[in-house]
């Protein structure tokens, strides 16, 4: 199996769709189109779409979030080089597109984590009787984008399961950070009641 992330490394690339089932196939070339992609036939039953790195990106995050994983599963697709003809030896050498769209995310995952955009909330938790004391914290875990806008937990999760990352997360908010102050330890949390664990 060829590893798609070699390929990834690519500034700009061309993404080759084979159509399969067609219901997928028609909701993957939905996504494109919406996006405003352009692609072309490269050859019957064959999509060929150029792409930066950054639209790959939206392309993948938009399939996972619009198709099951069973359709992504029966999508075969093949990344290349920009303005790289495939062999149809190169083209047998596909992979289904959720190893794609996995790898995609996985590559942001690290990002976000090597660029430490790791965020935490504490959310207060109360009695029903006496709502106006507070009995212990939640911690909730979130991630910024680099423009600042908060990344929702579904798609940070989703990718770190996907790309089996999620037990990298837990050992950097070992020093749990809120969005507007100090950093809050894990003492500060044993003080709380609360066990320092991620899930």
């Excluded at 199996?1 to 993957?28: E, H």
């Excluded at 106006?132 to 423009?147: F, K, N, Q």
Aim: proline share 5%; glycine share 6%; net charge neutral.
């Amino acid at each position: 199996m060829v590893d798609p992330l070699a390929d990834l490394a690519q500034v700009s690339s061309t993404l080759y769709v084979s159509k399969a089932n067609d219901g997928a196939y028609r909701c993957a070339v939905g996504v494109i189109q919406e996006l405003g992609v352009p692609y072309t036939l490269h050859e019957r039953d064959v999509l060929a779409t150029s792409c930066s790195a950054s639209m790959l990106q939206q392309l993948c995050l938009t399939w996972s979030r619009r198709m099951t994983r069973n359709q992504l599963r029966s999508i075969r697709c093949r990344l290349m080089k920009a303005n790289h003809r495939p062999t149809p030896g190169q083209l047998m050498e596909s992979y289904e597109m959720l190893q794609l769209v996995n790898a995609i995310e996985g590559r942001w995952l690290q990002t976000v984590l090597e660029a430490e955009r790791l965020v935490t909330y504490f959310q207060p938790i109360v009695m029903t009787q006496t709502p106006g004391d507070v009995y212990a914290y939640e911690c909730l875990v979130r991630a910024r984008e680099t423009s600042g806008e908060i990344i929702t937990p579904d798609r940070l999760f989703k990718a770190a399961r996907a790309t089996g990352d999620g037990r990298e997360i837990g050992p950097r908010i070992a020093d749990y950070r809120d969005l507007d102050g100090p950093s809050s330890t894990v003492g500060d949390m044993h003080f709380h009641q609360l066990q320092p664990t991620i899930s």
